[in-house]
């Protein structure tokens, strides 16, 4: 794990270093983020892949398994495998949709949806470990600029073939 001090010490002004690319540095947030949440969600035998879907489905249950897939950001073969663990630890379970056999809906189960008191704090934390430093002035900012990058690059992607 790189630590911000080594960033620090090793400043460049090379517009192409590191520690000026915006993408490095979203990405090791990122890291950062998703390795403080894996944490403080293991307390709660929960793993991250887990944490990802459940966010999802508190919001929209019933996804199908292609349309999570898609909201987590993963190939469709990597969230088979995430709901079957899910399933069996009685998580969610999947119900074949009656319009098309091939398609099933992933649906939370009581349990998950006891869990989301436990959760949501857990995550609520770790965003504000993230900002400890920042104004709210800051993490308004700072959220207003995030989707303004991920808009400028969604518009700029080419067509899909």
């Known amino acids: 794990m790189l630590h911000i001090q080594e ?16 993408g490095h540095l979203i990405k090791v947030a990122h890291r950062s983020f998703q390795q403080s949440l894996q944490a403080h969600l293991a307390v709660h035998g929960v793993k991250l892949s887990h944490w990802h879907c459940l966010r999802y489905l ?3 249950d019933g ?18 495998a995430v709901i079957r663990e899910m399933e069996s630890i009685g998580l969610i379970r999947r119900i074949r949709s009656t ?10 189960t009581a349990k998950a949806k006891r869990i989301t008191k436990q959760l949501l704090p857990v995550a609520r934390k770790v965003n504000d470990l993230g900002t400890a430093t920042f104004s709210r002035k800051e993490i308004k900012l700072f959220h207003d600029m995030t989707l303004r990058v991920i808009a400028n690059l969604e518009s700029s992607m080419p ?3």
């Open 63 to 80: 996804l199908t398994q292609r349309e999570l897939s898609k909201r987590v950001y993963v190939q469709e073969s990597t969230i088979v």
């Open 99 to 108: 319009d098309d056999r091939r398609k099933y809906a992933v649906r939370l």
């Open 7 to 22: 960033y620090q010490s090793r400043v460049d002004d090379s517009p192409f270093s590191l520690e000026h690319s915006t």
């Open 159 to 161: 067509p899909e073939r």
């Open 58 to 60: 508190w919001e929209e």
